[in-house]
């Protein structure tokens, strides 16, 4: 056999085995990543819904500040007020 020859089998050996390698470590590590896709999911919905729910309790309690506000100035009471009534008819 002769040095070249040598040479190209051992050289395709090598890139045969680094591309098994190669192989295997992207599947293991895409097969990882699938399976926290899932819990990555979850994690975003519950820290959306956390975000939701702080942005609706803040609304909340400006909305109960304005209401105190304005029943300050105008108090709220459950009478009816009516215009005056037309005489004569």
């Known amino acids: 056999m002769s040095t ?3 040479i190209t089998l051992g050289a395709s ?4 085995t680094g591309a098994f390698i190669f192989i295997n470590y992207s ?3 895409e097969r990882a990543a699938l399976r ?4 990555k ?3 975003r919905q519950q820290a959306k819904k ?3 729910q702080q942005a609706n309790e803040l609304e909340h309690r400006e909305q109960e500040e304005m209401k105190r506000r304005f029943a300050a100035l ?3 009471s459950s009478e009816i007020i009516r215009g005056e009534e037309e005489s004569g008819k």
Do not use: H, N, V, Y
Not at 36 to 39: N, R
């Open 4 to 6: 070249a020859s040598k």
């Open 13 to 16: 050996i090598a890139f045969a």
């Open 27 to 29: 599947q293991q590590s």
């Open 36 to 39: 926290q896709g899932p819990i």
């Open 41 to 43: 999911d979850a994690e």
């Open 50 to 52: 956390t975000q939701k």
């Open 74 to 76: 105008q108090p709220l």
